[in-house]
Every structure is written in structure tokens, then in C-alpha cells.
């Protein structure tokens, strides 16, 4: 009876050690087999709001599209204003600024780590730095967040850049170096040697546009480019290929080159630019033209337009501007170059270097 019960609670212990170490086990099975299932959900649900890097190429051109930025007056008539970034195949960018005293193409670094790309500009020479303290007026530093292969966001403002706003991808993958993003905007101004009496004369590579009614434009074709020439003051800091500082104030800038159709002619009237005296909205808080004059110079035909604006955003030491754009009829084209006064009637002498700089622009064939 003892053996009989000896051998029963040996044989219920030896089932039950084996009982709990399955069952030890079967837990030990199930916590390694549901692992790999709990891995496998958190990398799908990374993956939603995250591209696949190792696919994935940044490189190339972003526009800004905001609502700002994409209306008709920007896209179409002044592209050349619109922000963008460049992601370079080495790790360096550019970074086109949009602020009130016009346009900076700025250079940078950029890295980019799962879904944000994080971006380091570099300002010196630039009017977003301080000289004397080396100082930046607005951050050096910023984010954006990959959306899809075409799509990145801002995660910081930026002058008229604000947070949140989407940069689209044009183009394909690029590799860019800082002379194609100047040449695509207007080429770069080349010295050709020519001094006279303070001015320098420079060569340029402008893309030209065509109209019929001076309101719409065609989209620019950069491959539809001409060669001209024009003489710039000494004075005269280039800030972008096509934007001229003077003691860190913009002073003046080329506006658009448009070819004359066979028997079109440059209109010599507000009216006839698709322009009225009075308010007229063109981008800014307010505007009006205030006055147009023809005028005459030897061998070509000048126009001006003169406007009183208040410039948004930027430096609010600068409370009205009176842009005064020169349009030149030469040899078949139309140039438009604008200049910056703070006064509503430059003095005599001023107006006169303003139409000899807007009349020594000279086609070369």
C-alpha cells in the first residue's frame, strides 16, 4: 500500500513537473513567438508617416506652393520671387528667401534622418547677417518634414515662407551646383572688362517671355535665353544674379525680358501695360501708380511707371517705397528694370543714373 501510494505521488509529482514546464515553456514559445508580430506592427505603423529612405531621393528642386506664393500675380509674372530649395546629391542645398527687400539665394547643408530633413544655412555675405557682431537676423536652422517623393512642408516661418506651408517638386533627380540655380533666374553676370566712369559693364543670359495684351505672360522657357550687356554703378552689391544692394538696402533689380511679336510694339501707357493710376492690386498690403512718363533716348524708347507701395514683411524701418520701373525698347525686346527710392521724385541727378543704367542695356548677337 505504501509502494502503491509512494508510487502514485511520485508519479503526480513527475506529472506535474512536466505540466508546468510545458506550461513554462508554451509561455516562454508564445512570448517568443509574438515578438516578431509586435516588431512587425510597429515598423508598419512607422511606415505609414514615413518614407522609405533607402528608395527615396531628395535631390533636386522644391517650389513653394502656398496660396501666397501660387497665386497668378507670383507663378506667372513674377517667378522669379517664388521661394525654393535645392537638395544637392553632396549634402548642400540652396534656399531662394522671399523678404522685403527682394530675393536672396542663400547656401546651406542639409541631412536627413527617417521622415525630416534638417537644414543649416549659411548667411555670410548676405543681408541676413550683421557685420560688425556677425550676428543673423533670422534663424539659421530649419525643418522639413518629407510628405511623399514630391512633397516636403516647413516647419518654421520664414519671411513670407510661413510654417506649414508645402514645397512641391519639380524636375527630376539634379545634381546642382550654385551656377545652374543663378543661370536658370536670369544667368550669371559675367565682368567683360569695360570700365567708364564709375559704371562696370556686365554680360548676362536672360530668358525672355512673350505676350500679347501685357497681362499674361507665356511660362518661361529657360531654354528660350538672349545675351545682352549692361552697365551697373561700382556702388552696386550683386544679391542674386538679377538684384542689386547698396549699403544693404536693395536699390534696384531686372525685372522680365519680352520678345516683340512682328508689328507689336511697347505699349507707352499705364493702360496700355494693363495698369491704371490709382489703388491696383499686385501682391502687396496696398499700391497705386502715381504717375507715367515717356520718355526719349537716343536709338530706343523708354517708359516709366512710377508707384508708391508699402512693402510687407522685412526691415519696418522701411515704411513706403517708390519703385520706378523703366521699360527700354531695344532691338526688338522690351526690358523692364525697376529702382527703389524712398522719395516720390528722385532729384535730377538720380533720375538721370536711373535712365543711364535702363539705357545701357544692349543686345549682343
Given at each position: 500500500?505504501?509502494?502503491?501510494?509512494?508510487?502514485?505521488?511520485?508519479?503526480?509529482?513527475?506529472?506535474?513537473?512536466?505540466?508546468?514546464?510545458?506550461?513554462?515553456?508554451?509561455?516562454?514559445?508564445?512570448?517568443?513567438?509574438?515578438?516578431?508580430?509586435?516588431?512587425?506592427?510597429?515598423?508598419?505603423?512607422?511606415?505609414?508617416?514615413?518614407?522609405?529612405?533607402?528608395?527615396?531621393?531628395?535631390?533636386?528642386?522644391?517650389?513653394?506652393?502656398?496660396?501666397?506664393?501660387?497665386?497668378?500675380?507670383?507663378?506667372?509674372?513674377?517667378?522669379?520671387?517664388?521661394?525654393?530649395?535645392?537638395?544637392?546629391?553632396?549634402?548642400?542645398?540652396?534656399?531662394?528667401?522671399?523678404?522685403?527687400?527682394?530675393?536672396?539665394?542663400?547656401?546651406?547643408?542639409?541631412?536627413?534622418?527617417?521622415?525630416?530633413?534638417?537644414?543649416?544655412?549659411?548667411?555670410?555675405?548676405?543681408?541676413?547677417?550683421?557685420?560688425?557682431?556677425?550676428?543673423?537676423?533670422?534663424?539659421?536652422?530649419?525643418?522639413?518634414?518629407?510628405?511623399?517623393?514630391?512633397?516636403?512642408?516647413?516647419?518654421?516661418?520664414?519671411?513670407?515662407?510661413?510654417?506649414?506651408?508645402?514645397?512641391?517638386?519639380?524636375?527630376?533627380?539634379?545634381?546642382?551646383?550654385?551656377?545652374?540655380?543663378?543661370?536658370?533666374?536670369?544667368?550669371?553676370?559675367?565682368?567683360?572688362?569695360?570700365?567708364?566712369?564709375?559704371?562696370?559693364?556686365?554680360?548676362?543670359?536672360?530668358?525672355?517671355?512673350?505676350?500679347?495684351?501685357?497681362?499674361?505672360?507665356?511660362?518661361?522657357?529657360?531654354?528660350?535665353?538672349?545675351?545682352?550687356?549692361?552697365?551697373?554703378?561700382?556702388?552696386?552689391?550683386?544679391?542674386?544674379?538679377?538684384?542689386?544692394?547698396?549699403?544693404?538696402?536693395?536699390?534696384?533689380?531686372?525685372?522680365?525680358?519680352?520678345?516683340?511679336?512682328?508689328?507689336?510694339?511697347?505699349?507707352?501707357?499705364?493702360?496700355?501695360?494693363?495698369?491704371?493710376?490709382?489703388?491696383?492690386?499686385?501682391?502687396?498690403?496696398?499700391?497705386?501708380?502715381?504717375?507715367?512718363?515717356?520718355?526719349?533716348?537716343?536709338?530706343?524708347?523708354?517708359?516709366?511707371?512710377?508707384?508708391?507701395?508699402?512693402?510687407f514683411g522685412g526691415d519696418e524701418s522701411i515704411q513706403v517705397w517708390y519703385p520706378h520701373t523703366f521699360y527700354v525698347e531695344?532691338?526688338?525686346?522690351?526690358?523692364?528694370?525697376?529702382?527703389?527710392?524712398?522719395?516720390?521724385?528722385?532729384?535730377?541727378?538720380?533720375?538721370?543714373?536711373?535712365m543711364k543704367i535702363a539705357t545701357s542695356i544692349e543686345l549682343v548677337i
Open positions: 500500500m505504501k509502494k502503491f501510494t509512494l508510487t502514485i505521488m511520485i508519479t503526480f509529482l513527475i506529472v506535474f513537473m512536466l505540466f508546468s514546464g510545458c506550461t513554462r515553456l508554451s509561455a516562454g514559445e508564445s512570448q517568443i513567438a509574438e515578438m516578431p508580430t509586435v516588431i512587425e506592427t510597429e515598423s508598419e505603423e512607422s511606415s505609414e508617416g514615413t518614407i522609405n529612405m533607402p528608395d527615396f531621393s531628395i535631390y533636386g528642386k522644391y517650389i513653394c506652393s502656398s496660396d501666397y506664393f501660387s497665386v497668378e500675380f507670383f507663378l506667372e509674372k513674377h517667378s522669379e520671387a517664388v521661394p525654393f530649395i535645392y537638395f544637392n546629391e553632396d549634402g548642400k542645398c540652396i534656399f531662394r528667401i522671399n523678404y522685403l527687400g527682394g530675393v536672396c539665394e542663400v547656401n546651406g547643408f542639409y541631412n536627413i534622418e527617417k521622415d525630416l530633413i534638417y537644414v543649416d544655412l549659411h548667411f555670410d555675405g548676405t543681408v541676413f547677417i550683421d557685420k560688425e557682431t556677425a550676428e543673423t537676423y533670422i534663424p539659421t536652422e530649419y525643418i522639413f518634414s518629407i510628405v511623399s517623393n514630391d512633397e516636403i512642408v516647413i516647419g518654421d516661418d520664414c519671411y513670407g515662407v510661413r510654417a506649414g506651408d508645402s514645397f512641391l517638386r519639380v524636375g527630376g533627380k539634379t545634381t546642382i551646383q550654385e551656377e545652374d540655380v543663378a543661370a536658370e533666374h536670369g544667368g550669371i553676370p559675367s565682368s567683360t572688362g569695360v570700365e567708364k566712369d564709375g559704371y562696370k559693364e556686365f554680360l548676362y543670359t536672360r530668358v525672355v517671355i512673350e505676350t500679347e495684351n501685357w497681362i499674361d505672360f507665356t511660362p518661361i522657357n529657360s531654354k528660350d535665353t538672349i545675351k545682352h550687356t549692361i552697365m551697373l554703378p561700382d556702388e552696386y552689391d550683386f544679391m542674386g544674379p538679377t538684384v542689386f544692394f547698396n549699403a544693404g538696402q536693395k536699390v534696384s533689380e531686372l525685372s522680365f525680358v519680352v520678345r516683340l511679336k512682328e508689328g507689336q510694339r511697347m505699349p507707352e501707357t499705364l493702360e496700355g501695360f494693363g495698369l491704371k493710376l490709382g489703388p491696383h492690386d499686385n501682391g502687396y498690403d496696398w499700391a497705386n501708380y502715381y504717375d507715367e512718363e515717356l520718355l526719349s533716348a537716343a536709338g530706343v524708347s523708354v517708359f516709366l511707371a512710377r508707384e508708391i507701395v508699402e512693402p531695344n532691338s526688338g525686346f522690351v526690358f523692364a528694370i525697376t529702382f527703389y527710392p524712398l522719395v516720390e521724385y528722385p532729384e535730377e541727378d538720380v533720375m538721370d543714373a536711373y
